[in-house]
Nanobody
Framework: QVQLVESGGGLVQPGGSLRLSCAASGVTFSSFGMSWYRQAPGKERELVAGITSAGGSTTYRNSVKGRFTISTDNVKNTVYLQMSSLKSEDTAVYFC????????????WGQGTQVFVSS
């Protein structure tokens, strides 16, 4: 059974840093694509960063390139999102997502962790 548990959110000042963690049970990173999404109040959920095949390839939305880094720890079975130079517009609930590469390409979501960027 797949379970994703996010942690690491909180309140941070503009320009600060946070590291989000997603502890993934029932997931083998070689069989799942992992990604982080976020959803701000009144807005649609959007892709922030993705990582494939145990770290072989990464992708980022333009607004976070150079500031955020997604990575995996295969020993701890955890996905990280290192966020730096945070801006108020990064305020959102951040969700971890796992999607199986092969049919039926099932998607799993964590419960989310809140990030507030404010002075």
């Amino acid at each position: 059974q797949v379970q994703l548990v996010e942690s690491g959110g909180g309140l941070v000042q503009p320009g600060g840093s946070l590291r989000l963690s997603c502890a993934a049970s029932g997931v083998t990173f070689s069989s799942f694509g992992m990604s982080w999404y976020r959803q701000a109040p009144g807005k649609e959920r959007e892709l922030v960063a993705g990582i494939t095949s145990a770290g072989g390839s990464t992708t980022y939305r333009n607004s976070v390139k150079g500031r955020f880094t997604i990575s995996t720890d295969n020993v701890k079975n955890t996905v990280y999102l290192q966020m730096s130079s945070l801006k108020s517009e990064d305020t959102a609930v951040y969700f971890c997502k796992a999607q199986r590469y092969t049919w039926p390409r099932t998607t799993y979501w964590g419960q989310g962790t809140q990030v507030f960027v404010s002075s």
